[in-house]
Each structure stands twice: as C-alpha cells, then as structure tokens.
C-alpha cells in the first residue's frame, strides 16, 4: 500500500489500482495530445484498451468484477482532463441500475455490450426539478398488448441520451417504479440534445409518447444508483479541482508583477495552501465513499450524501479561485479555466444540488 498526495490523490491505494489509474492517464496524455477531450476516439480506446466501461460489471456479464474504487480511479483522472465520455452516464448509472434489477436475463443481454463499450444506455429518470429522487420519476408505464408496456413522460438531463444505443427508464406503475428497455431509434421517442452551460457534459431530453418498452425485473431500486452515481461524480469532482489548483499553482510561479512571482507573495501562497488542503480533503472524503461502497458498508447513503456535497463546494471554490488568479487571461476562449468553472457549476446540480443531500445529511442526524 501507498499513499501519494502529488496529484490531489491524498489516499491509500493498492497498487493494482495505481497502476489503473497510472495507465488511464497515460492514455489520455497521448490521446488529447491531438485532441479534445470529447474526441470519440478517447472512449474507444479507454474501453478497448483499458476496459473501463466494465469496471463494476461482474465477469459473468463480460466485465473485469472490480468496484466503486476502481471507477473512482478511473472518474478521478477522466475528471482532470474534463472528459465527456458515457462514464458516469453509461457505465455507472445506467450499468447500476440494470445490476440493481437483479434480472440476469436482461443482464446478460444487456451488460456485455455496455462492458466493451460498444454500446451505450441512458437513465432517463429525473423531472425538470432535477432532484433525482428515487421515488419520483418522470415517466409512467401502462400495460401494452402483448405482454409489452407503453409508456409515456418526458425525463430531462439524461447523460449520454444522444449517443445511446439502450434507454432504460424507470416509470410509474401500480404504485411502484419499474425499470423498462426502450429502443432510442422508435417514432415514439424524441431525443434532444440539451444546450448546457457546460459544454463538456452531453445532457438531453428525451420524450416518449406511447412508446413500447420491455420490463426488467421487479420493483426498480434506485436509491443505491443515486448513491453509487454520487459517489462516482465525487471522484470526477475531485479530481478536476486537483488539477485546476495544479494549472493555478503553475501560473502563479511563472506569472510576474513587481519584479517577482506573484506566487511568492505572502498572500496568494496562504490561499494556495488553503486550497491545497480542500483539495486533498475532497480526494480523500471521495475515496472513503468509494472504499465503503466496496466494502458494503452501513449508511452508504450518507456517505455519497457528504462526497458529493463537499466535492461540489470544493471544485466550485477552486475553480472561482482559478479564475481570479489567473487574471485576465482566465477570461479567454483559449484558456481553459473557464471550462474547470462550467464543469464545477454544472456538476454540483447533477445528482442532485449540495443542498438537498446536506439536507439528507442533517436528516439522518436529527432522526438518528
């Protein structure tokens, strides 16, 4: 076991999960050395080299049986470069989702191609409101003739919707959730690409009208995938803060003002090492959630609860502080604080804004 706080990673890792998170970054460096971090290119060469998509994917499925701290290593560094891959979308919820069906039919089906990465699904879940509530869903299910269902309802900020091959939506039906496969490319269904504020997300809308979908498994649980996609953000979350401080700690060693550099005044060196404590402490609180959820842990809610409160406020601190260190040049196309700040304002309203799982926390506490 070791433990490295060089690159905001202030945790124990083991050496298998090193070398993870070594080789996903190794590949990025060579992949966005001639492009952006969108480039579709990345993602294949993630799954096909690395295997990524299939990290929490039991190996009955075509995966490797690994955990939450091994997508944490993976989300932790795609989270530095910014990179809008189906990760947290495909290979977090939606995979989550399917597992939590306990329909090894549909898993079987399903899984081996979301594992190579050669398929894609979508969680439609939430409401315009955006809560992510485990008992509120945004479509309905009515029983359609042969033994299919129809459902209807419009889900809003689905990750990966456009590049999807599989949605799943949870729907209302009977008084409970249940979870249904829906084919992207029906009549019924509307997918539309979001204009988001960060444009290193892919979001969309998507609308079904009577579409035909396929049930799978019984009552859809998707307290755990809220849970486990909060914790997989957190790692996304920490990361892009290290290496926003990283980018903000180089220019102000090279910056020069009055004849020095202006990170060798007294004041900008105090506000790095605040930052620099936030910064390891969000790495190490993300990795705690992760390890618990390996580990199966009791009050695992809570845990994703307090990683993804305290990353949102971490990586929005950091990358305001990014901006306004930077100076005038922080407020150019061609830099790219401003895409660390749209990253941070964005992520902290996905899954859920730091309010309400404050508010889960405090909860707890109070009925506890």
């Known amino acids: 076991m070791t433990t490295d706080t060089s690159h905001g990673r202030a945790m124990t890792e083991t050496a298998e999960q090193r070398a993870l998170a070594d080789a996903v970054r190794g590949l990025v460096a060579r992949e966005l050395a001639g492009a952006r971090a969108g480039d579709p290119s990345l993602w294949r060469r993630l799954c096909a080299e690395i295997g990524v998509a299939g990290l929490a994917v039991p190996e009955r499925f075509g995966g490797a049986g690994a955990g939450a701290v091994e997508v944490h290593a993976v989300q932790f560094e795609l989270g530095r470069v910014l990179a809008c891959t189906p990760m947290l979308g495909s290979a977090v919820l939606a995979t989550q989702a399917l597992l939590a069906s306990q329909d090894e039919a549909a898993c079987a089906r399903l899984l081996p191609a979301l594992a190579a990465g050669t398929g894609v699904a979508a969680l439609a879940w939430t409401t315009a409101a955006g809560h992510w509530d485990p008992a509120a869903v945004a479509c309905r299910a009515a029983p359609a003739p042969g033994g299919d269902w129809s459902i209807d309802g419009e889900a809003h900020y689905v990750l990966d ?45 998507v609308r079904l009208e009577r579409a035909r979908g396929r049930r799978i498994g019984g009552r859809c649980e998707l307290a755990r995938v809220r849970d486990l996609g909060c914790i997989a953000l957190a790692a996304e979350q920490a990361g892009a803060a290290a290496r926003a401080l990283e980018l903000t700690v180089e220019y102000t060693r090279t910056r020069v003002q009055f004849g020095r550099p202006i990170g060798s005044f007294q004041a900008l060196a105090h ?10 402490s969000a790495a ?73 799982h404050v508010a889960r926390i405090a909860a707890a506490v109070i009925d506890g």
């Open 161 to 205: 919707a456009d590049a999807a091959t599989v949605l799943l939506v949870p729907a209302m039906m009977a008084g409970e959730v249940g979870l249904f496969e829906v084919h992207p490319g029906l009549p019924e269904v509307t997918v539309s690409r979001g204009v988001t504020m960060d444009e290193t997300r892919r979001l969309a809308g």
């Open 271 to 280: 506000r790095m090492a605040d930052l620099h404590v936030l910064v390891t």
């Open 284 to 356: 190490s609180l993300a990795r705690a959630a992760a390890q618990a959820a390996a580990r199966g842990e009791p009050g695992l809610g809570l845990r994703a609860a307090a990683a993804k409160a305290y990353c949102s406020e971490a990586l929005q601190q950091v990358a305001g502080e990014m901006l306004q260190l930077h100076g005038a040049i922080a407020m150019t196309w061609e830099h790219d604080a401003h895409l660390y700040f749209k990253r941070a304002h964005g992520a902290a309203m996905l899954l859920g804004p730091p309010a309400e």
